[in-house]
């Protein structure tokens, strides 16, 4: 039972040009949502958070969105870098819930 | 910045042979966490530890073991390896409180031939 799913598996994305990346999750009770960046064979780093009683967390490139009636949240950096390309997870939790990971999508910047 | 660290980065390793994977973090975090990744999947929860004699199973089944003797170190172990356990295995920790970040570190991939 998958309860964070990521549908796109792979983004392509010009150099300064916007990214958006997606993720819906199926438990209502998750309270907290975050976003990691992984390299290949390296651990996923920490990128943004959010908690539910907010629609909106910055970080200088990246924002995410949390649309809690749609169960749906969004990465968006801006502008997109080549360094930018990597996979992102999207992830979720709370209430005692495990952290659950999506299946990620694979951001590709082309210069 | 995330201080938690994997040994050894990349193993491989013949069918039947015992091993174990290192993690240690020095952030004083009472939660660690072991998870299994595969490409294009979602990270798989394995075990996971609350403190100090703390281990539980997580979703996935998996037929490796793991010890908290010590709050900082985390170690996972394969009795007996199978090509079936190849993966990359991530160890994770962050702090006990609710809606927590948890850190990562770099990763162990497997390979068993």
């Known amino acids: 039972d998958q309860q964070v799913k990521q549908n796109s598996p792979s983004l392509s994305v010009q150099e300064g040009r916007i990214s958006i990346l997606n993720c819906d999750y199926t438990?209502?009770?998750?309270?907290?949502f975050l976003w990691y960046k992984k390299y290949p064979a390296e651990g996923p780093t920490f990128l943004i958070s959010?908690?539910?009683?907010?629609d909106k967390n910055e970080d200088g490139r990246f924002t995410v969105f949390l649309n809690k009636s749609a169960k749906h949240l969004s990465l968006h950096i801006v502008p997109s870098q080549p360094g930018d390309s990597a996979v992102y997870f999207c992830?979720?939790?709370?209430?005692?819930?495990?952290?659950?990971f999506g299946a990620g999508t694979r951001l590709t910047v082309k210069p | 910045e995330a201080d938690i660290y994997q040994t050894p980065r990349y193993l491989v390793i013949g069918t039947g042979k015992k091993i174990t994977l290192e993690c240690s973090q020095t952030?004083?975090?009472?939660?660690m966490y072991w998870y299994q990744q595969d490409p294009g999947m979602e990270l798989h929860l394995i075990h996971y530890?609350?403190?100090?004699?703390?281990?539980e199973k997580g979703d996935l089944s998996s037929e490796s073991t793991v010890s908290r003797i010590r709050t900082e170190h985390f170690p996972l172990t394969l009795e007996s390896a199978r090509p079936s356990h190849t993966s990359q295995y991530l160890c994770?920790?962050?702090?006990?409180?609710?809606?927590?970040?948890?850190?990562f570190g770099p990763g162990t991939r497997l390979l068993v031939l």
């Open positions: 952030m004083g975090h009472d939660k």
């Open positions: 959010i908690s539910s009683i907010k």
């Open positions: 438990n209502s009770m998750f309270d907290y």
């Open positions: 994770a920790s962050s702090e006990t409180a609710e809606g927590e970040t948890q850190y």
């Open positions: 530890s609350y403190g100090v004699n703390s281990t």
């Open positions: 992830a979720a939790s709370g209430y005692g819930n495990d952290m659950r």
